[in-house]
């Protein structure tokens, strides 16, 4: 069973660009969450979605940031016109039952 | 609201000696606690977690923690520290009454010192 896959592990992108960050779960995993991480900063949380449904945003700024679990596919955040601030370390975890979860790599965003 | 503190930036320990991590959190309802460890470039990787049963609770490569309710506290504890434990550890809590949202600690660095 492979972990948790994200990619790419590291994207630049210029100023007013989109970001598309993809994360693949742990087979058999329904609960999806999305977190940002500044460099000697925690986890901050973003949102949790389980298959098709975003449960939980409340950490997500209300615009430009999206984020998408499909029937198919990987979870999908989406930075629209990203500003410098966005650069950050984004990771993903997954989880079967909403308790334990499973980590990926992370995604190190740079905005030049 | 829902809210984790962790007191130090860094603890230092010499390898072989105890160690403890320090966890406090704030929960309306019941608490559900976790410890994860992060490695440089890196994801996090579970330890353990207490939702329900012994206060006291072990966890992966020897750690424990122990929940106290009263002092609402969930510290991080190894008796023999290794080198390779040094690390960035997390604490995380979450609300028993039924959202998954997950607050997370700052973070403590860990140096064992040989």
């Known amino acids: 069973n492979a972990g948790v896959m994200q990619n790419p592990r590291h994207l630049v992108r210029r100023r007013g660009q989109e970001a598309r960050l993809r994360c693949s779960p742990m087979?058999?995993?329904?609960?999806v969450y999305w977190y940002r991480q500044l460099p000697e900063e925690g986890l901050k949380f973003m949102v949790y979605l389980q298959k098709e449904n975003i449960i939980d945003e409340s950490g997500m700024p209300k615009e430009r940031f999206s984020a998408e679990f499909p029937k198919e596919g990987p979870s999908i955040l989406r930075i629209q016109q990203v500003v410098r601030g966005d650069s950050a370390a984004y990771f993903c975890?997954?989880?079967?039952?909403?308790?334990?979860?499973?980590f990926g790599a992370g995604t190190r965003l740079s905005v030049l | 609201a829902q809210s984790v503190a962790q007191p130090e930036d860094q603890v230092n320990v010499a390898e072989g000696n105890p160690l403890t991590v320090k966890c406090t959190y704030s929960v309306s309802g019941n608490p559900y606690l976790f410890w994860y460890v992060q490695y440089p470039n890196r994801g996090l990787q579970f330890l353990l977690k207490?939702?329900?049963?012994?206060?006291l609770v072990k966890g992966s490569y020897g750690f424990e923690a122990e929940f106290n309710k009263s002092q609402t506290s969930f510290h991080l504890k190894k008796p023999s520290a290794l080198v390779s434990d040094s690390a960035l550890y997390f604490c995380a809590v979450r609300d028993g009454r039924g959202t998954y949202k997950y607050i997370f600690g700052t973070g403590t660095r860990l140096k064992v010192l040989a």
């Open positions: 207490y939702i329900t049963g012994d206060n």
């Open positions: 087979k058999g995993h329904s609960h």
């Open positions: 975890a997954s989880s079967p039952d909403g308790n334990i979860q499973y």
